[in-house]
């Protein structure tokens, strides 16, 4: 297994963050499927901590067909955009691989 010079402290950053994602998410999407008429702010706070990407989707859905315009499918689109941009924050603070030093 590698090591990285940051290795752990990336992954609690982007293990918290990922974490907030997932819930934010679940529970959005349960609020969407039990509450008859939603007013949803955890929708719009997982739109928020998923910027860049969160606010493209969001405004982008209005692309979307009527027919075709589920909410909790676009909740699921806004936790996979976070879940790709937790993968991403944690390539990029990792740094760089340490050698190990093997013998021959």
């Known amino acids: 297994m590698r090591r990285y010079r940051r290795g752990l402290v990336a992954a609690i950053v982007a293990g918290t963050y990922a974490g907030l994602v997932v819930i934010l998410g679940v529970v959005s999407a349960v609020i969407l ?3 008859q008429d939603p ?3 955890t929708g ?3 739109m928020i901590i998923t910027v860049p ?3 493209l989707i969001w405004w982008g859905w209005d692309l ?3 027919s075709m315009g589920d909410p ?3 909740v699921a689109l ?3 955009a976070g879940l790709l941009q937790s993968y991403l924050l944690w ?3 990792r740094g760089p691989a340490l050698h190990e030093n093997r013998p021959t």
């Open 64 to 66: 979307v067909p009527p």
């Open 39 to 41: 007013i949803l702010l």
């Open 33 to 35: 499927m039990t509450v």
């Open 53 to 55: 990407l969160g606010p």
């Open 44 to 46: 719009v706070a997982l």
């Open 91 to 93: 390539r990029v603070l």
């Open 72 to 74: 909790v499918l676009l």
């Open 78 to 80: 806004l936790t996979a």
